[in-house]
């Protein structure tokens, strides 16, 4: 079975499995998260098939011999355990690496695979998977911005030390039906999502997605992050409000109270803001996506350190509410 709590299959070979019909797409999914090292030999049958997506055993053995016959998995073995070969590409470049959860669940829910099944939305399983073929922790810490980004309006509350406090409304979400989404520009559907949101609203509500903020150095789509909103980063902010509260800054603790969100960022990054991502819920523990935390950590921490020193500094080095206020 799969090591590291994650699993691939080939990119190519899941659009192939899409073509024959969902029960295939579903099917190909599960046999692969039974895959070893080699991510190509499992032991999972149309057993494993039923047990993880709900699928009757009789249409799973139908989704089996319709994925043999088109070429994408080869039978090594028959009988009562059966052992089957996976068509993988030669280049590891396109696997997509998926996180076993979304064929295990975790905790008490219902496993991915089986809510998409249920749904019997094949389109809205392939573009979900293929999604992982995007997402781009790396650079963009979950999806590119040019899939979809929440905007802000800024308003620079008070200087503090060498930094800015700004106050943040949301403006708009968007997203562009190009690439992965081209096929959905100019549709609606009955919900009244348009373009990419015919995928991209439903994987929300399905826990799928998640959408997260970051404070960023500009709005482009290619700035760079400074650092991610989280409960921890959230937590400094309200100690910022209390310190501002404290020190006769009541009028801007009541105008970062009144904001949407606040954020914090070095006088020098003149058109920081903060952005909107969604970013996969479910993310496949391999060495990039560890490398990500750490970053992400790293560089919460160093927000976490720059407010707790403005409000806990030692005696020496007190911080002092520049008397104008930005505009």
């Not at 921490?301 to 720059?306: G, L, M, N, P, R």
Request: negative net charge; charged residues 25%.
């Amino acid at each position: 079975m799969s090591q590291g709590n994650f699993f691939a299959v080939g990119a190519d070979e899941f659009v192939a499995a899409c073509e024959i019909g969902i029960n295939a797409a579903v099917t190909l999914l599960i046999l692969a998260r039974g895959t070893g090292r080699d991510n190509a030999t499992t032991a999972w049958s149309a057993l494993s098939v039923f047990k993880y997506s709900g699928m009757a055993r009789r249409r799973a053995k139908d989704a089996i011999a319709a994925l043999v016959k088109a070429g994408l998995i080869e039978v090594l073995q028959t009988g009562k355990k059966p052992r089957y070969k996976l068509q993988k590409p030669e280049d590891d470049a396109s696997l997509l690496w998926l996180p076993n959860e979304l064929i295990d669940g975790a905790d008490e829910e219902i496993p991915p695979i089986t809510k998409l099944r249920e749904a019997g939305k094949l389109e809205l399983l392939e573009k979900f998977i293929r999604l992982y073929g995007l997402q781009d922790l790396d650079n963009e810490a979950g999806l590119p911005r040019a899939i979809a980004i929440t905007t802000f309006e800024r308003k620079i509350i008070c200087p503090i030390a060498h930094s800015i406090l700004y106050g943040f409304t949301e403006t708009e979400t968007t997203s562009i039906a190009s690439g992965l989404f081209a096929e959905y520009a100019g549709r609606i559907d009955d919900k009244g999502n348009k373009g990419a949101w015919m995928v991209l609203s439903p994987l929300l509500r399905f826990g799928l997605l998640e959408q997260v903020y970051y404070m960023a150095e500009s709005g482009d789509h290619d700035a760079e992050l400074i650092y991610p909103i989280n409960d921890d980063v959230e937590s400094a902010h309200e100690g910022l409000i209390f310190w501002l509260e404290d020190r006769d800054g009541k009028g801007f603790a009541m105008e970062a109270q009144s904001s949407d969100h606040i954020g914090i960022a070095g006088e020098h990054i003149e058109n920081a803001t903060m952005i909107g991502l969604l970013r996969l819920r479910y993310r496949p523990k391999t060495g990039k996506t560890a490398r990500w935390w750490a970053l992400d950590r790293e560089k919460t921490e160093a927000i976490v350190k720059t407010i707790n020193t403005i409000c806990f500094p030692p005696e020496s080095e007190l911080v002092h509410i520049k008397v104008n206020q930005g505009s």
